[in-house]
């Protein structure tokens, strides 16, 4: 049984950093790349960006390119998103979750079999 727990979210202001955290349970961490997705109030889940395995490769949404970025520490088995230039449209709960390959998808939330419990990101108007 894989666990996902997120850590690292908050309130900051429009134009502050957060930078959040998922700590993985489980073996074999490197096999699967990991993504991050957000889902605000009264919207669908959405895709931020994903790392493939051995973190070569990143993908990300159009939204956050050049905002956010996203990293994984295999030996802590532990994945990042290191968000900077916040707005107020980037406030929702944000997820992490293990993709079924190694390679980092194109952002669809069905290549993804285990998901965390999410953290709140907030950035007030």
């Known amino acids: 049984q894989v666990q996902l727990v997120e850590s690292g979210g908050g309130l900051v202001q429009a134009g502050g950093s957060l930078r959040l955290s998922c700590a993985a349970s489980?073996?074999?961490?490197?096999?699967?790349?990991m993504g991050w997705f957000r889902q605000a109030p009264g919207k669908e889940r959405e895709f931020v960006a994903a790392?493939?395995?051995?973190?070569?490769?990143?993908y990300y949404a159009d939204s956050v390119e050049g905002r956010f970025t996203i990293s994984r520490d295999n030996a802590k088995n532990t994945v990042y998103l290191q968000m900077n230039s916040l707005k107020p449209e980037d406030t929702a709960v944000y997820y992490c979750?293990?993709?079924?390959?190694?390679?980092?998808?194109?952002?669809?939330?069905?290549?993804?079999?285990?998901w965390g419990q999410g953290t709140q990101v907030t950035v007030p108007s």
């Open positions: 979750g293990r993709n079924r390959s190694p390679g980092p998808g194109v952002g669809r939330p069905v290549e993804y079999d285990y």
């Open positions: 790392i493939s395995g051995n973190g070569g490769s990143t």
């Open positions: 489980g073996r074999a961490f490197s096999s699967y790349a």
